[in-house]
């Protein structure tokens, strides 16, 4: 089993849709989880942080579920300028203070 | 700041050929690390550093050797090029001693062996 799993996809969604992508995770010591975003041929961004309680930023929301071991990224109203990879990244989940990249989902946002 | 910079942006080697892959951040993070991306594979870590004069072998280190002799600098050295290292990498950094910090990534650069 992949120590952190992404469904590719891609999400091929209109204007305006809400969309979500989930990740799981295999080391249950895992210490800490993010969002980043990557561009076509570009560096990946973080994007946010996901914390226990569950958080927002704008039209972006991260839950974590500790018991099931996943993580999620909603997204609401997307715009065409959302259209990217959403790469799940958890810190531990191969041991030590090291990040763990999931393979990516990618998001395309159409008129 | 300029951030994490890399240089080449892109490179074309023979097989065989050796080459370093510049790396520099200017944000005195401790945390330096290395990274491949290839298709379906996602990022995977090749070599990092929790300081100066210390570095450590990530998940697909074999072919690759590193060395951290100030904060700032983290080269990658090919040793002798191999068609499979064909990838784009990535330089990254941050903080350490927080479970939470932010990693910042380099442009990358775009090699190909041929």
């Known amino acids: 089993r992949k120590e952190v799993e992404q469904d590719p996809g891609p999400f091929n969604v209109p204007e305006g849709a809400t969309v979500a992508f989930n990740c799981t995770y295999s080391?249950?010591?895992?210490?800490?989880f993010f969002w980043y975003r990557q561009d076509c041929r570009k560096e990946p961004k973080l994007l946010m942080s996901?914390?226990?309680s569950g958080n927002e930023d704008g039209r972006f929301t991260a839950q974590l579920n500790r018991a099931s071991q996943y993580i999620s990224l909603l997204i609401r109203d997307s715009k065409l300028s959302d259209s990217a990879t959403y790469l799940c990244v958890v810190n531990g989940a191969g041991g030590g203070n090291k990040l763990t990249f999931g393979t990516g989902t990618q998001l395309k946002v159409e008129l | 700041n300029a951030g994490v910079t890399q240089t080449p942006k892109f490179q074309v080697l023979k097989t065989g050929q050796s080459m370093t892959l510049q790396c520099a951040q200017d944000m005195n993070h401790e945390y330096m690390s290395w990274y491949r991306q290839d298709p379906g594979m996602g990022l995977r870590l090749i070599h990092y550093?929790?300081?100066?004069?210390?570095?450590d072998q990530g998940e697909v280190p074999n072919g690759y050797n590193v060395s951290r002799s100030t904060t700032e600098d983290f080269p990658l050295r090919l040793l002798s090029a191999a068609p499979s290292q064909t990838s784009v990498y990535f330089c990254a950094s941050r903080f350490s001693g927080g479970s939470y910090n932010e990693q910042f990534f380099g442009p990358g650069t775009r090699l190909t062996v041929l």
């Open positions: 996901v914390y226990s």
């Open positions: 550093s929790v300081g100066a004069g210390i570095t």
């Open positions: 080391n249950s010591a895992s210490q800490s």
